[in-house]
């Protein structure tokens, strides 16, 4: 299975990865003392980067 996506697939399907993604990572899924997502997950900032792309493709 592709994780990372490609910035040249529709917006919604980047961002149907990140939502994927997070789900069943547990890096992504810890949460710090105030119950927050600590944000360490490398593989999800590459999913948010993609969608980015995606999403400024097709403004």
Do not use: F, S
């Given at each position: ?15 149907q ?8 990572c ?27 792309k ?5 403004a």
């Amino acid at each position: 299975m592709e994780v990372y996506g490609r910035a040249d697939e529709p917006p919604e399907t980047a961002y149907q990865r990140i939502l994927d993604h997070g789900m069943n990572c547990p890096t992504c899924r810890t949460l710090n003392e105030d119950g927050r997502a600590n944000g360490d997950c490398d593989t999800a900032l590459r999913l948010n980067r993609t969608w980015v792309k995606a999403r400024r493709q097709t403004a």
